[in-house]
């Protein structure tokens, strides 16, 4: 047992040492060229339960700089920008807008976003439904 533990360490630390190093992950906050504009309320929830994700104002965390949580984190963020970037919103066609803004409510009504796992590391992100009725007014603007 004893020698089992030692050849494991002998192996497995030099992995997580040389993990950490190789490779590289990135974790950039590219500049803010056109952040979406909506009242403070509306900001509020998004930049509380969205833009660690979906903007260039990214909070790393001290996980997300330790492979292979870091990897994991990255990829989110990156697929997460891709596919909505409020700090990029403002380059969006206004005709496309409006269908951003009924996905953003679909997801949210079916709790799809934020990311369980997000939300499991940030309670204070979750929706809540007072939430989810000022996301509403302002989407479909009533
Ligand atoms: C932990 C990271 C994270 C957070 C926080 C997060 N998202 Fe996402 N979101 C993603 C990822 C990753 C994708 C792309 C993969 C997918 O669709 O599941 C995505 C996709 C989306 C999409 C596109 C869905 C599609 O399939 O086209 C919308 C809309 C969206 N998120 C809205 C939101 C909103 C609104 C919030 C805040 C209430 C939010 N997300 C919070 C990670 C996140």
Redesign the pocket.
């Given at each position: 047992m004893a020698k089992v533990l030692k050849w494991a360490g002998m192996v497995l630390v030099p992995i997580a040492i040389l993990i950490q190093v190789f490779p590289r992950v990135e974790r950039t906050n590219p500049p803010v060229t056109g952040e979406i504009e909506a009242p403070p309320e509306v900001m509020a929830?998004?930049r509380r339960?969205?833009y660690?994700?979906?903007s260039n104002k990214t909070r790393w965390p001290w996980y997300s700089r330790v492979a292979p949580v870091s990897w994991l984190v990255s990829r989110?963020?990156r697929?997460?920008r891709f596919?909505?970037n409020f700090s990029t919103w403002a380059e969006i066609p206004s005709m496309y807008k409006v269908l951003?803004r009924g996905?953003?409510l679909k997801?949210?009504e079916n709790g799809?976003?934020?990311?369980a796992?997000?939300i499991w590391l940030h309670r204070d992100?979750e929706?809540t439904p007072a939430d989810l009725d000022t996301l509403r007014r302002w989407i479909e603007g009533d």
């Open positions: 929830i998004l339960s969205c660690d994700c979906h989110d963020v697929e997460a596919k909505i951003y996905e953003i997801q949210v799809a976003m934020p990311l796992k997000y992100a929706i």
